[in-house]
């Protein structure tokens, strides 16, 4: 029986050694499985002497044992083929591309607006989207019983007991422009843009979301003339140097004289914004002498710059969340 024995365990190791993964465990069950050579082996020890029962019982076992490890080995020498095969890499072939974001034509517009702005010494300034009735509206000369008030149909989040508690969805950035002159004393040269909302009918040509970029300078000597240098700079870097503006004369509560900007694009004049000096009585509110210091503001919706840009017919696209829209920018 001994040698037996050791037949067995010479077989199980050239036939595990040549075992891949699907028939390994059917071949180590071929040596110590239930109907094995060695399990029989093990089941006729009790009609042997005691001595050599002892004997023939602890060889079996260590062969048991040994052919055991010599499956867990080649388990493991296989799972290491397996894991080199997985890891070799065609080097020649072209890499995959990552799938990546794409900017919207509203940023693309914002950034090249900000880049001509800055370049003439404006400053970023920023401002909540939730803001107090009072920087919306009171300090820019548009008290509650102004009619001017009914152009801006507004998001109410709170009515509070005055125009400093009560809140809204910002109708428009010139709030930041409060804030920063109540924070800021002149010279002062700010471009504030961001999102506005406006509750009103949504169409091809309106939203109740859309962006704006507001511009502000106050100095001491500022006049139209300084105005008109700025917009058309900007206009021409956004739209093209070939692009014409003109002003026409408008209404603003918080500019006086105040201006309608058009501008010359695809053989037409389209309405792209509104300017004006700064009312007197909004530099008052903020506590700066109107005796001694003048500015200009101006307000442009972006989606209408890019609308004009990009030859978008529909602003709804702007928040579609559509892929295909933003990748062709």
């Not at 607006?113 to 009735?133: H, I, K, N, S």
Request: aromatic letters at 8%; one cysteine or more.
């Amino acid at each position: 029986m001994e040698a037996d024995i050791q037949q067995i365990v010479e077989e199980a190791r050239a036939a595990i050694g040549q075992a891949d993964e699907r028939s390994l465990m059917t071949v180590a069950a071929g040596f110590i499985g239930r109907k094995a050579k060695l399990t029989e082996i093990l089941k006729s020890l009790g009609g042997l002497p005691i001595e050599e029962r002892k004997h023939i019982g602890e060889l079996a076992n260590q062969a048991k044992l040994a052919i055991e490890e010599m499956v867990r080995e080649r388990e493991g020498a296989l799972g290491m083929q397996q894991q080199r095969q997985l890891m070799q890499r065609d080097t020649t072939l072209p890499g995959i591309a990552p799938v990546v974001g794409h900017l919207s034509p509203v940023t693309l517009i914002t950034r090249e607006l900000t880049g001509a702005l800055t370049e003439l010494g404006f400053a970023v300034a920023e401002g909540p989207e939730v803001e107090l009735e009072a920087y919306n509206f009171d300090l820019l000369n548009i008290p509650a019983d102004h009619p001017a008030r009914d152009q801006w149909d507004t998001f109410w989040v709170r009515k509070g007991k005055d125009s400093k508690t009560s809140t809204l969805l910002r109708t428009h950035t010139s709030p930041v422009q409060i804030r920063y002159m109540l924070e800021h004393k002149p010279p002062i040269r700010i471009i504030s843009p961001g999102r506005t909302f406006r509750y009103e009918a949504e169409d091809a040509k309106h939203s109740s979301v859309f962006s704006q970029i507001e511009g502000l300078m106050v100095d001491k000597g500022i006049s139209v003339a300084h105005m008109k240098a700025v917009i058309n700079h900007f206009v021409k870097k956004v739209l093209g140097p070939e692009v014409k503006a003109r002003f026409r004369p408008s209404f603003f509560p918080f500019t006086e004289p105040s201006f309608e900007v058009d501008v010359w694009f695809g053989d037409k004049w389209l309405e792209l914004m509104g300017c004006g000096m700064v009312h007197p009585q909004v530099l008052r509110n903020v506590d700066i002498d109107p005796e001694q210091y003048s500015g200009f503001a101006f307000g442009a919706g972006i989606e209408r710059l890019a609308m004009l840009k990009y030859d978008i017919d529909d602003i709804r696209l702007f928040l579609s969340g559509d892929p295909r829209f933003v990748e062709q920018f």
